[in-house]
């Protein structure tokens, strides 16, 4: 009956908790074995530090941003790991679990919010990321649409001409889909991309019509 139900929920809760916490500690070892360190804090704790400051001009921001810079390209390697990353399917399902039994936010465990750290770590150090620039073009090219929009996104936030050659690639040759989103990101560089134009003036002519506006 009712017992039962409650008996059975709270063994469900117990085991998605614990399954939760055996493979997130794995997963952060794994993550963390290798993040390079600036005064004992690694890249992770400086990006949660940074989000966390409550405005700019916040010793906690201005510390943190001084931080990953030192840390520097040494740091890539870390945030194209956290770029790069998606939540399984049975991650999701537990961490929705124990959020909707347990009534608790547990949203910092997704991918979603380590998605958002790495792309803080792009923009603090902008150009300087420019070494990261090919294994975003891989990224950009690959079949998934939200990896590959979150490597454009990136590459934005690079900026430069080094960022023209792999998103012209992409412009012409892909998907529809893929060809739009690079044309917007072209468009969003502005006076860096001029030697995009042709390439953009040549898809004013395409069949796309979503793909014409956009260029």
């Known amino acids: 009956g009712d017992n039962y139900q409650i008996v059975n929920k709270r ?14 500690g794995a997963g952060w070892r794994l993550c ?3 993040e390079p360190e600036y005064q004992g804090r690694n890249l992770t704790a400086w990006l949660r530090r940074l ?5 700019m001009t916040s010793p906690a921001w201005r510390e943190s941003v001084a931080a990953i810079r030192a840390i520097g390209t040494n740091g890539l390697p870390t945030l194209l790991t956290m770029r790069g990353g998606d939540d399984s399917r049975w991650r999701v399902q537990v961490v929705t679990l124990i959020q ?6 547990l949203s910092e465990l997704l991918a979603e919010a380590v998605h958002r750290r790495a792309r803080i770590g792009f923009q603090v150090l902008g150009r300087s990321a420019r070494p990261a620039i090919p294994r975003l073009a891989a990224f950009a090219a690959t079949s998934d649409p939200a990896l590959a ?3 454009f996104l990136a ?5 430069g001409p080094e960022t023209i050659p792999p998103l012209l690639k992409v412009l012409t040759n892909s998907t529809p889909a893929r060809q739009i989103l690079a044309a917007n990101y072209l468009g969003q560089l502005r006076s860096q991309a001029r030697d995009a134009v042709p390439k953009l003036v040549q898809a004013l002519s395409g069949s796309d019509v979503e793909l014409r506006a956009t260029a």
Do not use: Q, S
């Open 32 to 34: 963390h074995a290798r």
């Open 11 to 24: 063994l469900r809760l117990a085991f998605a908790i614990l399954l939760l916490v055996v493979l997130a």
């Open 51 to 55: 989000e966390a400051a409550p405005e």
């Open 100 to 105: 909707d039994t347990a009534n608790v936010d």
């Open 149 to 151: 929009e979150r490597a």
């Open 155 to 159: 590459m934005l936030d690079i900026g």
